[in-house]
């Protein structure tokens, strides 16, 4: 019986070792939920500031490749860590299993145990909710990429159709460009065809005679053939010739079509002695009125006044002072003289420009049937080496000159044949000599004796003498240094104004 009762008291004696166990267990728990807890907190607080970022990203769309990213670690940090707690929730229930077998089969204290396991229930069931809440927050920020993403490829392709539309735009106003230059050269061409064959005619009816010039486009009569000295009245053998004038006009006008603007212009001069009468108080006044007796003449004879202008000079400009020429045109070249570099879009009317002043300059060469030669030269020598410069006066070309900025050499200066005279050519040198303060140096023909004068007059000096290879006519050479580093060489008392185009080079390829 004794041995029984030893028997019965060891068994009593494991129920404190249950129940450590089972405290130790309870603290496993707890501690598995506190450190489940922290994990909440630092949960809380990444998805706290995926907010804060998500917010920056609509602010900050430059930044958004690198957000995404955070928001991809943070997404797997996420993941890594449910899959943690799915571990953690397999492994309680699997203890929760295993106390429930244990309570099972105990007698006082189970119910106490089933209400302590009953608790780590709710408390895995509250835990599981955090989880499904902690997925629904990853689902947000997944939607929320996604809609960042198409946010992204809109604006991409917005900017895309934008660069599109300013890349198709700058082609068109390109395209007009050189198209309006093209129809102004071919307006200009156009007009110089009818100026060329009303000069042509009037040349042909005036004849060589000594008392009539041929001044660029203008024919000078001396005054003594159409006034008297100090009058305004036409002599008789004054309205003869005026008559000839007459009847090339009107049939310049039945060859013109109507919606050509022209005019010519009438230029009254006096000599330099002053006059005082009462009927011409100045020269102003005889000038002028020289000038209106010649254009009511012309009106009286059939022409449109609509086509005439007078201009009065007075003794400012005497004839026997070579003035300069200018266009008797419709007004196309009136207005201020702008320069600007050349661009690509330029070509078309720049080797048309070309042709029309050389053919001006030397109407016994054929220029049309080297304008291919020109332009294969205009490529590839001097638009890759030369500083180009053109003038526009009304939004037209009137001249262009090319210099290369490396050694001084001035190969063109190209003024259209209706804007001779207009000081264009000035222009366009002074902007030479701005890029090449040091020296410029060209070749110019012989026979072009209008050029050699221009050049002389503006500092230039012959400094030798060569043929061109290309064309077989002689050339000068000529130089230009600033003041300080030359030997001064007064220009010609008689130089006349620039404005005759000029190739450094001699005349353009012969075939």
Request: charged share 25%; with cysteine; hydrophobic share 40%.
């Amino acid at each position: 019986m004794a041995l029984a009762r030893t028997r019965r008291d060891r068994g009593v004696d494991y129920w404190p070792g249950f129940v450590d166990a089972l405290s130790t267990l309870v603290l496993g728990i707890i501690f598995l939920l506190s450190v489940f807890v922290v994990v909440q907190f630092f949960l809380s607080q990444e998805v706290t500031g995926k907010d804060t970022a998500l917010a920056r990203l609509n602010a900050q769309i430059a930044q958004l490749t690198e957000l995404l990213s955070m928001e991809k670690a943070g997404k797997a940090n996420l993941e890594d860590s449910l899959s943690a707690l799915r571990a953690g929730l397999a492994t309680a229930e699997s203890e929760r299993e295993r106390f429930k077998g244990l309570y099972e089969g105990v007698g006082p204290g189970a119910a106490a145990a089933q209400g302590k396991v009953n608790t780590l229930t709710s408390e895995l069931d509250s835990q599981k909710q955090l989880s499904a809440r902690a997925l629904s927050q990853v689902e947000l920020l997944n939607q929320q990429i996604a809609a960042l993403r198409r946010q992204l490829s809109a604006i991409e392709e917005a900017l895309q159709a934008s660069e599109k539309k300013d890349k198709e735009a700058q082609a068109r106003i390109a395209d007009l460009g050189q198209r309006l230059n093209v129809a102004l050269a071919q307006r200009v061409q156009e007009l110089s065809k009818y100026r060329s064959e009303f000069f042509g005619k009037l040349r042909a009816i005036l004849g060589a005679r000594p008392d009539i010039r041929v001044v660029g486009d203008r024919f000078v009569f001396q005054s003594e053939i159409l006034f008297d000295s100090g009058s305004a009245g036409l002599k008789p053998e004054g309205q003869a010739e005026v008559d000839k004038l007459a009847g090339a006009l009107i049939d310049l006008e039945k060859q013109i079509p109507a919606e050509i603007a022209w005019v010519l212009r009438i230029d009254g001069h006096t000599d330099v002695r002053p006059i005082a009468s009462s009927q011409f108080p100045s020269n102003w006044e005889l000038s002028a009125a020289r000038a209106i007796s010649v254009v009511q003449y012309l009106i009286g004879r059939g022409v449109p006044a609509r086509r005439l202008v007078a201009a009065g000079f007075g003794e400012f400009q005497p004839l026997d002072n070579d003035p300069p020429h200018r266009a008797e045109t419709d007004g196309a070249m009136s207005g201020p003289l702008s320069l600007r570099p050349y661009a690509a879009a330029d070509e078309d009317v720049v080797v048309e420009l070309w042709r029309r002043s050389w053919q001006q300059a030397y109407p016994d060469i054929d220029f049309s049937a080297r304008v291919d030669w020109w332009r294969e030269r205009w490529r590839k020598e001097l638009v890759p080496n030369a500083s180009i410069t053109l003038a526009e006066r009304a939004g037209a070309l009137v001249g262009f000159v090319t210099i290369d900025p490396r050694t001084g050499y001035l190969d063109q200066i190209v003024v259209a044949p209706e804007a001779w005279g207009e000081k264009i050519a000035e222009a366009l040198l002074a902007e030479a000599k701005r890029i090449c303060p040091q020296k410029i140096e060209l070749h110019v023909n012989k026979d072009n004796a209008r050029a050699i004068r221009f050049y002389e007059k503006h500092g230039f000096v012959i400094t030798g003498e060569s043929t061109n290879p290309l064309s077989g006519r002689p050339v000068f050479a000529m130089r230009w240094e600033p003041p300080r580093s030359r030997l001064a060489r007064e220009p010609s008392p008689l130089a006349g104004e620039g404005g005759a185009p000029e190739r450094s080079d001699g005349e353009p390829g012969e075939g």
